[in-house]
């Protein structure tokens, strides 16, 4: 071997480095169900925190997405509305259903009022059942539509709901 070959080899040893710094790779967007939708800032903080909520639950994105369409539906996710007959907050609890009990401040809290929401859904044998399944971000939200807010006319607002997802949602 040549001097100047062994001199090369020699000094690229010492030189290279052992390790090659690597940047890491870019956080992932800490709320990327809330990216899925079309929201101005203050819906897009309420739903980011109803979607850390049921994660911590435990519940799927689909599962997530179908009770964010729902709460939209319900109230833009805005948390001081009331309606006709008292229900409140985002997912507009009624005092003499699942609101019962609740103060109307716990109606309008997101944690409280998801907490309540969330316990709904893990009674909920349909539910579920699906969540098990691992059914669509559309079937969940027609099905929490129909066993959760029970609007007087379930199927027509189910199909609604699935249509309002299509809209507030990007592609």
């Not at 956080?27 to 990327?32: E, K, L």
């Not at 101005?40 to 689909?62: C, I, M, P, T, Y």
Request: charged share 25%.
């Amino acid at each position: 071997m040549s001097r100047a070959l062994a001199l090369g080899v020699c000094l690229t040893i010492f030189f290279w480095p052992s390790k090659v710094a690597v940047p890491p790779p870019p956080p992932p967007y800490p709320f990327p169900i809330t990216a899925m939708f079309i929201l101005d800032n203050e819906q897009q903080l309420v739903a980011q925190q109803v979607e850390v909520r049921l994660k911590d639950h435990g519940f799927s994105d689909e599962l997530i997405i179908g009770a964010l369409v729902n709460a939209y539906a319900e109230s833009k996710l805005d948390v001081a509305v009331v309606g006709s007959v008292g229900e409140r907050g985002i997912f507009q609890l009624n005092p003499k259903g699942l609101g019962h009990n609740m103060t109307k401040e716990e109606m309008r809290g997101i944690d409280t009022s998801v907490d309540r929401i969330a316990a709904a859904v893990k009674k909920n044998k349909r539910l579920m059942a699906l969540e098990e399944r691992g059914g669509t971000a559309e079937q969940h939200a027609s099905l929490f539509c129909k066993e959760i807010e029970r609007p007087k006319h379930k199927h027509r607002k189910a199909l609604e709901r699935v249509r309002l997802m299509e809209r507030i949602m990007v592609n």
